[in-house]
Structures are given as structure tokens and as C-alpha cells.
């Protein structure tokens, strides 16, 4: 990624995955580039729908600042998720040996996590959300050195909790983070490709 990006419509920003999803159109996974991006997040994270977030109280400054942060690590990646090449929302990856929720419970090398925060929906569409979360899998599973995916929504968030096990996670147990009680799902490689043979 360049700084020429920042100025960058979405169609002609570089990406790190690509996809064609059924009923859908082309997933594409973009760097988030903070500043450039920052007034569209700072839009979805201040919806009540996007409270379990943990941004909805931050100015634009500090939620930009936060995936500044996040941009300077090595082992957690955001991305601007478009299809058709219209923002959907974001994608967030992480190494749980990296991070606090790898003290929760017993994480492991070849573990991958996952945050995800859809945008308002302009329209419903049938299947968005599963359909779009197969293709997050896939992408993550395109590593060959990872083979579970880990999840920790907030424990009252029963819709994405309910969400990812129509997708094939399984719960694990709740654990106690700095910000949230967290319900722990887990999805591993043999699962998902036993469900999408």
C-alpha cells in the first residue's frame, strides 16, 4: 500500500484477498488505511447497532488513532471489507498468542482470530452475512500454518454469538476480558471444509 491509496476510490485500491461470492458479487479485502477511512468507520462504530464495538463514546481522532495502533503491529490486520465494491464494513485478524485473549484460554500457534463489524445494510440481502463469513474463512484458511479460527463476542451479544454458530462455530467456555465477558467460538479447518464440501 501507498500513500497515493489514501486518495484512491475503493475499485482501485490494491487488496490482499479476492473473491466471488454467490448471490453477491466480489468480496475484496482492502487495507484499512486509517486517516482515509477513518470518517466512514467513525460513521458505523457510533451506531447503537454497533455498540458491543467498544467505540461508540470515541471522538473521529481516537478511533483513527486506535487502527493507527493497529497498523503498526505485526500480528493484527484491519481491513475495509467491500463486495461490488462498496463498503460493507470491517475485518479485523489477529495472532491470540499476541493478544490478551491468549491469556484467556489455551491458544495455540496455528489459532487465527477474527473481529467483525458489518455496516448498515443500504437493503437486506438473503445469506449476506454467512455467505460474506465463508469467504472471511477461506481467506483465513489460505494460510496453511493456521487451522482454527477463533472468536470472542461480547457474551450478550447473542445475534453475532447465534450468527457465527449458524456458520459452523462451536462455543467454548466464557472468559473474562479487560473490557467485556466474552463468549469464546471456535471453528476449525476440518469443520468448515466437512460443512462446504
Not at 8 to 19: D, F, T
Not at 98 to 113: C, I
Not at 114 to 121: E, T
Amino acid at each position: 500500500m501507498t500513500r497515493a491509496d489514501t486518495a484512491l476510490p475503493l475499485s482501485a485500491r490494491a487488496s490482499v484477498y479476492e473473491e466471488s461470492l454467490p448471490a453477491l458479487g466480489r468480496l475484496r479485502l482492502l487495507p484499512l488505511i486509517p486517516e482515509a477511512d477513518a470518517d466512514l468507520v467513525y460513521s458505523w462504530v457510533r451506531e447503537e447497532r454497533a455498540r458491543f464495538w467498544g467505540m461508540r463514546d470515541l471522538s473521529r481522532d481516537e478511533v483513527r488513532d486506535i487502527y493507527l495502533f493497529l497498523d503498526s503491529l505485526e500480528t493484527h490486520h484491519a481491513y475495509l471489507m467491500s463486495v461490488e465494491d462498496q463498503p460493507v464494513g470491517i475485518f479485523q485478524t489477529y495472532e491470540p498468542l499476541e493478544d490478551p485473549v491468549g491469556e484467556a484460554y489455551e491458544a495455540r500457534p496455528a489459532d487465527t482470530g477474527l473481529h467483525l463489524l458489518l455496516a448498515p445494510a443500504e437493503r437486506p440481502v438473503t445469506n449476506f452475512t454467512p455467505t460474506l463469513i465463508g469467504g472471511l474463512i477461506r481467506f483465513l484458511f489460505s494460510d496453511p500454518t493456521k487451522d482454527r479460527v477463533v472468536a470472542e463476542p461480547d457474551a450478550r451479544n447473542g445475534k453475532v454469538i447465534q450468527r457465527l454458530q449458524g456458520c459452523g462455530f462451536e462455543p467454548g467456555p466464557k472468559v473474562q476480558l479487560a473490557e467485556k465477558e466474552a463468549q469464546l467460538v471456535f471453528l476449525t479447518r476440518e469443520r468448515f471444509e466437512s460443512r462446504t464440501a
